[in-house]
């Protein structure tokens, strides 16, 4: 294996990779969990996120959930986030204090973003219009 021509861990950052996993199903406030939680991480001004659903699971209850041609309920939906861990404690916080008993997983993570200099990072994460 050869040498790399770049030495990652000066070019990336340390963070967490913290994900949040409900059934799609369910609500807070009129939305379903995933995207008030993207929308609740935005204005906290976390730099991005994503949703994905689960074709399978189950949870704490036990109950098995599998995706079915005409039904498409209760199905897990895991929302991520990669960011530093004062803003993911800031999300943790606001969820414990709109009181949403919510099944989280938080991972010391390093991260960044290729064929850009660390210095024009914020350039490169701009908002697109």
């Not at 770049?6 to 913290?18: A, C, I, N, P």
């Not at 995207?35 to 704490?60: N, Q, T, V």
């Not at 079915?68 to 897990?76: A, C, D, Q, S, V």
């Not at 606001?94 to 024009?120: C, H, W």
Request: charged share 25%.
């Amino acid at each position: 294996m050869s040498e790399s021509k770049r030495d990652w861990k000066t070019y990336s950052q340390e963070g967490v990779f913290l994900r949040f996993i409900a059934q799609e199903d369910r609500k807070h406030k009129g939305s379903v969990i995933h995207d008030w939680l993207l929308m609740a991480a935005k204005k906290l001004g976390i730099p991005g996120g994503s949703a994905f659903h689960g074709i399978a699971g189950y949870g704490r209850h036990g109950i098995l959930h599998e995706q079915h041609f005409f039904e498409l309920t209760g199905l897990p939906v895991e929302t991520r986030f990669v960011c530093s861990e004062e803003d993911a404690y800031k999300l943790l916080d606001l969820v414990e204090q709109e009181q949403l008993s919510l099944f989280y997983v938080m991972s010391p993570t390093r991260f960044g973003i290729a064929a850009v200099e660390k210095n024009d990072w914020l350039k490169a994460l701009l908002p697109i219009d």
